[in-house]
């Protein structure tokens, strides 16, 4: 790989870690998939993948929901399939774990129909958790699936010392789902 795009998108990690979007909709998650695919990597989903399919599967439904659905996508993925789904990083917000960089592509929307994704990017052992995962909580209301994350160690260990409505902007790590989720 030439050096420069070997920078560039070390720089651009860099940057994602810190809560600046580049996905789908930027050249970046375009050139991370080209330079897997000519490196012979398998190229991850991203959440944008992710909420794609899961509208395509159900149809429109609220930002909260559909919020909730791609945390649990995740939350499974790293237990049943022993790898991250997508790389978007996950906050404890107030409502429940929040994508920021998917919340950013719906700000303002209550109902979402659709977003720029790519279904196809998503492997058949993705796919099989993604309809466990609808099969299991797809027909739950959204203010259901927020309760139940606040009962869950995950949100309930990230958020700390937050208030109930506090902002907080603290990640849900992937070892705090595994081993959680893993547990139950």
């Not at 375009?30 to 000519?38: C, F, I, Y």
Request: one cysteine or more.
């Amino acid at each position: 790989m030439p050096q420069k795009m070997a920078d560039f998108r070390q720089s651009q990690n860099g940057l994602t870690r810190n809560g600046c979007a580049f996905s789908e909709f930027t050249p970046y998650g375009s050139l991370v998939r080209t330079v897997d695919r000519l490196q012979g990597k398998p190229s991850m989903a991203t959440v944008f993948d992710v909420a794609a399919y899961i509208l395509q599967r159900l149809g429109p439904i609220t930002a909260m929901k559909l919020q909730k659905l791609v945390y649990y996508c995740q939350a499974w993925s790293l237990v049943w399939d022993d790898r991250p789904m997508f790389e978007n990083r996950i906050e404890a917000w107030a409502n429940g774990p929040v994508v920021p960089d998917l919340y950013r592509a719906h700000a303002g929307q209550f109902v979402i129909e659709a977003i720029r994704g790519n279904s196809d990017a998503i492997d058949r052992d993705g796919k099989d958790t993604i309809h466990a995962v609808l099969d299991t909580y797809g027909d739950k209301h959204p203010q259901w699936l927020s309760d139940l994350t606040h009962q869950e160690d995950p949100w309930v260990q990230a958020r700390g010392d937050a208030q109930a409505g506090d902002r907080c902007d603290t990640e849900i790590t992937h070892a705090a789902m595994a081993e959680y989720y893993g547990s139950l």
